[in-house]
C-alpha cells in the first residue's frame, strides 16, 4: 500500500508491465455530505470523475480499466440513492453510444445484470455490440458485482459441464475461462480512493498478484496527477509474482 502525495511532473509512459488499471470507485456518498449535499449528489460528481479518468487512460495507451461501478451489496443502500446510480448509469451509456468510435473505447460489463431494467440491459448490449467492431482502450464496468458471486456462478457453470460428461481436470487458466472476465489480462495496478485498505469483494480471482495503491483522495477528487502518482509508485515496484 501507498499513501503518495508527492506531484507527478509528466504523464507516464506506458509499457507492456502496466496494461489493465482497475478501481474501486469509493468516496462519492462521503464526499457529498462533506459538503452538506445528499449522497446522490456525490455520485453525479463521481459519473464525471469516470469520464475524466476514461478518457485520461485512453490517452496514455492503457489497453483495459475496470470500474466497480456497483456491487451485489449496494442493493442495500435506500432505493433513492440506487435509482439516482441507475439514472446516472442511463445517461451515460446514452452519451457513450455516440461516442465511443470517436473516442475509441471499448466497453464490457462484469456482473449480473438481470435485475436491470429492460431499458438498462438493452442499453448495456448496444455498446457491446458496437464494441465489437474497432479496437480502443476497454472499460470494463463490474455492475451488480460481486468477487464471490462471480466464483460461485463460475464453479457452478463447470460443474454443470462435467455433469454432462466435460473431463474434469480444470487448471488455473481454465478458471478464468469461466469468470466474466475471461479473456481480459488480470489487473496490474489497483487504485483504491477515499481512504479504505479492502478489496470490498472485488475481482477476487483476478487481484491475486495485482499491485495495489491506496489514497485518501475521495472518488470525485480523483485526477489526471493522482493517476499519475499512482502509476508512478507502481513502476517504480518489482513486480515477482511469488519468485525473488
Known amino acids: 500500500m501507498l499513501f503518495n502525495k508527492r506531484k507527478a511532473k509528466k504523464p507516464p509512459v506506458i509499457d507492456g508491465r502496466l496494461r489493465h488499471i482497475a478501481f474501486i470507485m469509493d468516496g462519492n456518498g462521503r464526499w457529498a455530505t462533506e459538503r452538506g449535499m445528499p449522497r446522490e449528489y456525490g455520485h453525479s460528481h ?18 483495459c480499466m475496470t ?31 455516440g461516442q465511443m468510435e470517436r473516442d475509441r473505447v471499448k466497453m464490457a460489463f462484469f456482473g449480473d445484470l438481470s435485475p436491470l431494467t429492460p431499458e438498462l440491459r438493452e442499453l448495456c448490449e448496444r455498446t457491446r455490440e458496437i464494441s465489437r467492431h474497432y479496437d480502443g482502450c476497454q472499460v470494463n464496468i463490474c455492475l451488480n458485482y460481486g468477487g464471490r458471486d462471480e466464483m460461485v456462478r463460475a464453479m457452478r457453470r463447470y460443474a454443470s459441464e462435467v455433469a454432462n460428461g466435460r473431463e474434469n481436470n480444470i487448471d488455473e487458466a481454465e478458471v478464468s475461462d469461466y469468470l466474466f472476465s475471461a479473456g481480459i489480462p488480470d489487473p496490474d495496478l489497483m487504485i483504491r480512493p477515499g481512504g479504505e485498505l479492502r478489496l470490498s469483494n472485488f475481482l477476487l480471482w483476478q487481484n491475486a498478484y495485482t499491485e495495489f495503491y491506496f489514497t485518501d483522495t475521495l472518488w470525485p477528487d480523483m485526477d489526471e496527477a493522482e493517476l499519475d502518482r499512482a502509476i508512478a509508485a507502481y513502476q517504480g515496484r518489482k513486480r515477482r509474482v511469488g519468485g525473488i
Open 46 to 63: 463521481g459519473a464525471e470523475t469516470f469520464r475524466k479518468i476514461g478518457r485520461y487512460c485512453a490517452s496514455i495507451g492503457l489497453q
Open 67 to 97: 470500474v466497480y461501478a456497483f456491487s451485489t451489496e449496494n442493493w442495500k443502500r435506500p432505493e433513492a440513492e440506487v435509482s439516482a446510480i441507475m439514472g446516472l448509469l442511463k445517461k451515460y451509456l446514452l452519451e457513450a453510444i
